[in-house]
């Protein structure tokens, strides 16, 4: 599976960003999809995931409320809506797939993931 992050960019503290991951693959529908997060000299860290039926998600506590993940199995993207983005959400974000055991298993730890995209930057100014 190949992974392709975009939607990133600058936007001010309370905006809202889309980020989109594009797979492209075999059976695309299914994987489990996640997004991770690693802003400047800290570890990457979960954000959100889905299962590959898209009825179940998980959230960090940071961002539980405020983003969104989703996935268009028919357009084989995942997306995360990040709403009333904070400056502490700056970050690179990575989407991931991986192979899922069951239609509703969702997974967190990134050592769980067997694909990653190449990153999209958010910078959230205060």
């Known amino acids: 599976v190949q992974l392709q992050a975009s939607g990133g960019g600058l936007v001010q503290g309370g905006d809202s960003l889309r980020l989109s991951c594009a797979a492209s693959?075999?059976?695309?529908?299914?994987?489990?999809m996640g997004w991770f997060r690693q802003a400047p000299g800290k570890e990457r860290e979960f954000v959100a995931a889905i299962s590959w039926s898209g009825y179940n998600t998980y959230y960090a506590d940071s961002v539980k409320g405020r983003f969104t993940i989703s996935r268009d199995n028919a357009k084989t993207t995942v997306y995360l809506q990040m709403n009333s983005l904070k400056p502490e959400d700056t970050a690179v974000y990575y989407c991931?797939?991986?192979?899922?055991?069951?239609?509703?298993?969702?997974?967190?730890?990134?050592?769980?993931?067997?694909?990653w995209g190449q990153g999209t930057l958010v910078t959230v100014s205060s």
């Open positions: 991931a797939a991986r192979a899922a055991a069951r239609s509703g298993a969702v997974y967190f730890q990134d050592s769980e993931y067997a694909y």
């Open positions: 693959g075999r059976t695309y529908s299914r994987y489990g």
